[in-house]
């Protein structure tokens, strides 16, 4: 599996709600780090503790996320993602930046656009 692939099979998972699933495509050493001021922001270290710590709160800021990818680019070891994020009274784009090492997900990075969400959580 390429490294494209490997990103489609990451947001595969994590749409299907197998976050078993999702954990194994990250290393035991994992960091997430989520932009902004919410309650799923911040830096998490580890596939569990990213799912626990960040993941489970999604929901409280985004109801109803989906995130369609609309393009991926691919430089050496770094995948990113143009995507378009949509939620309860939302719609924005988004970057994301996957790291990969020996075929598993070590970093992830979002650059989401916090203003709109801001708005769509005073909207609400």
């Keep these: 599996m390429n490294n494209i692939e490997l990103i489609i099979n990451v947001y595969?998972?994590?749409?299907?709600?197998?976050?078993?699933g999702w954990a194994k495509f990250h290393t035991d050493d994992f960091e997430l780090k989520?932009?902004?001021?919410?309650?799923?922001?911040?830096t998490f270290i580890g596939p569990i503790v990213a799912i626990e710590e960040?993941?489970?709160?999604?929901?409280?800021?985004?109801?109803?996320?989906?995130i369609e990818p609309i393009s991926f680019f691919e430089s050496g070891n770094v995948v990113l993602v143009h995507a378009l994020m949509?939620?309860?009274?939302?719609?924005?784009?988004?970057?994301?930046?996957?790291t990969i090492i020996d075929g598993l997900v070590s970093k992830f990075q979002s650059f989401d656009d916090t203003a709109a969400i801001a708005q769509s959580v005073k909207t609400r």
């Design 12 to 20: 595969q998972c994590f749409f299907d709600g197998d976050l078993e």
């Design 86 to 98: 949509t939620a309860e009274n939302l719609r924005a784009e988004t970057m994301h930046m996957f």
């Design 54 to 66: 960040s993941f489970s709160k999604i929901p409280l800021t985004l109801p109803n996320l989906s």
């Design 34 to 42: 989520q932009s902004g001021d919410f309650p799923h922001s911040g």
